[in-house]
């Protein structure tokens, strides 16, 4: 994002459209593969499940990149990643799904590391109060996300998925690039580079991985084994831009370790 040539919502238009070759490719690939029996599951459809997955998945992205822009890099990023406090809470109220003391300890010792990692690393000062809401509406639209997702892929391939998300949430982008001030075109196809990184790296293969993970585990852990994301952008941003983590940053690190390692025992353990 930060080597992007074009505004935070064009730049998230480029990203999804860019990948829906590639998912279609794998899911044209997968239907091939398929046997008979399987390949109900395998095609879908724009259904209610994916679209919502596309709407809030564009919303996610929006919202996040407004964050950014209003309020400090810490703020936003720790306001989104309250996410597996959403999820815990919807998969509680919707569909049922019990927590033990073990996976509630191991939430709030990582949302714990996740506040220790990223408390000293704003950038531009403490931001604005509409800069932090808009992190919080992150949170709230990356959850909506995931438990799509989860839900979808009980029935769907992760390319079916992939695929269905990235139509769906491309219009959705669209409008937004179109009502953010600045171009939605570049003005040179050669410094697309960044985003072309980011529709086959974040978008393939991340959101790609996401998927695929989410149809073998809960969404509440899923999303909270997402809470690693801060903690390797902190070891990444240290050769990439010299933001050496200290060792507030290092103690939250090792928290986020051992909240996943806490909540991989929690499922385990009846």
């Given at each position: 994002m930060r080597w992007s040539p074009l505004p935070p919502s064009a730049t998230a238009l480029w990203r999804v459209a860019l990948a829906i070759p590639l998912?279609?490719?794998?899911?044209v690939v997968s239907e091939r593969r398929a046997s008979?029996?399987?390949s109900a599951t395998t095609g879908a459809t724009l259904q209610t499940p994916l679209v919502l997955a596309g709407l809030f998945f564009a919303a996610d992205l929006c919202l996040w990149h407004v964050s950014i822009l209003?309020?400090?890099?810490a703020n936003a990023t720790?306001?989104?990643?309250?996410a597996p406090l959403v999820v815990a809470a919807a998969s509680f109220l919707l569909f049922r799904e019990r927590f033990g003391r073990l996976h509630l300890a191991a939430l709030a010792l990582s949302l714990g590391g996740v506040t220790l990692l990223l408390g000293g690393r704003g950038e531009g000062g403490a931001g604005t109060l509409s800069g932090d809401l808009y992190g919080i509406a992150t949170a709230f639209a990356y959850a909506g996300y995931l438990l799509s997702v989860e839900r979808a892929r009980r029935r769907?391939?992760?390319a079916a998925v992939m695929t269905a998300v990235g139509l769906a949430a491309t219009p959705a982008l669209l409008l937004a690039a179109i009502l953010e001030p600045g171009p939605v075109l570049p003005a040179s196809w050669a410094a697309m580079g960044p985003?072309?990184?980011?529709?086959?790296v974040a978008q393939g293969f991340g959101q790609g991985a996401v998927a695929f993970g989410l149809a073998r585990l809960p969404a509440s852990f899923g999303s909270l084994v997402l809470l690693l994301q801060?903690?390797?952008a902190a070891l990444l941003a240290w050769p990439l831009f010299g933001e050496r983590p200290g060792g507030l940053e290092a103690a939250g690190g090792v928290a986020v370790l051992v909240g996943i390692a806490?909540?991989?025992?929690a499922r385990v353990v009846p």
């Open positions: 998912w279609a490719l794998a899911l008979p029996k399987a209003r309020t400090s890099v720790l306001l989104a990643n309250l769907h391939s992760t985003v072309l990184a980011l529709a086959v801060p903690v390797l806490l909540a991989q025992r």
